[in-house]
């Protein structure tokens, strides 16, 4: 079981910046892909960055070159940070932990989320 808490969520206004952290509680956080998915009032869970163990990123064509995933294996972190954010972006932002078996089953872990709005 891995155990996920988010943090950085917040109030900020059109174009400016946010840094979201996600802190796992395994051992074996090397392991996992990680990611950041968000969710708006009213809207389906989206993807908006992931990084694999071995450091390769992949993005959502709606943030790029605006939003940045990184992570730390030795702190068991992951982070979002986010630039130029718009009021699109507003929703509540989640941290997954996925791991792949060698029978190509998917665990996944979830995070409680955190809120972010962007507003004026």
């Known amino acids: 079981q891995v155990q996920l808490v988010e943090s950085g969520g917040g109030l900020v206004q059109p174009g400016g910046s946010l840094r979201l952290s996600c802190a796992a509680s395994?051992?074996?956080?090397?392991?996992?892909?990680m990611g950041w998915y968000r969710q708006a009032p009213g809207k389906q869970r989206e993807l908006v960055a992931t990084?694999?163990?071995?450091?390769?990123?992949n993005c959502a064509d709606s943030v790029k070159g605006r939003f940045t995933i990184s992570r730390d294996n030795a702190k068991k972190m992951v982070y979002l940070q986010m630039n130029t954010l718009k009021a699109e972006d507003t929703a509540v932002y989640y941290c997954?932990?996925?791991?792949?078996?060698?029978?190509?089953?998917?665990?996944?872990?979830w995070g409680q989320g955190t809120q972010v709005t962007v507003s004026s």
């Open positions: 997954n932990a996925r791991e792949t078996l060698w029978d190509r089953t998917r665990n996944d872990y």
């Open positions: 395994t051992s074996r956080f090397s392991i996992y892909t």
């Open positions: 990084i694999t163990s071995g450091g390769s990123t």
